[in-house]
């Protein structure tokens, strides 16, 4: 059996762990306090998942963003291939448009799609704003 670590005082978003809990079945839970006040038992394995008791779920006020997401639309960041993904809704599917090392040409694909998509009224990058700067920052 695998020594137990001692997650007491460690911190996972709004969840501080307080003291070890009582065993569900064969997962371990720790007793944590939110930063709302409220006390919630956790499994071991679902302390980095959780990133409140709930309460971020009532309130409005949970992450808009994650490590993955990209300021462009249809965008966003593999962590498992370390490049941009560009990606398109059409009728309902999703529709995969490359994987791209820059991020802005990533979104140069996903305007040029939602163009022949959507046609010239489409929600691009462009404009949205997002790529307007683009042409300042970026070397021909």
Not at 112 to 126: S, V, Y
Request: net charge positive.
């Amino acid at each position: 059996m695998p020594k137990l670590i001692d997650m007491a005082g460690r911190k996972f978003g709004r969840l501080t762990v307080l003291a070890r809990g009582e065993n569900r079945g064969r997962k371990t839970c720790w007793r944590c306090r939110c930063a709302c006040g409220r006390e919630t038992e956790v499994p071991r394995e679902d302390l980095t998942r959780y990133a409140s008791c709930g309460c971020l779920r009532y309130s409005g006020k949970q992450k808009t963003q994650r490590k993955t997401s990209s300021r462009y639309k249809g965008v966003s960041w593999s962590i498992r291939r370390h490049v941009w993904g560009a990606a398109i809704t059409h009728n309902g599917r999703q529709i995969h448009l490359g994987w791209y090392t820059q991020e802005h040409k990533a979104a140069l694909a996903y305007d040029a799609a939602a163009i022949r998509l959507h046609g010239d009224l489409a929600a691009t990058n462009k404009r949205l704003g997002l790529l307007a700067d683009l042409q300042k920052s970026t070397p021909k």
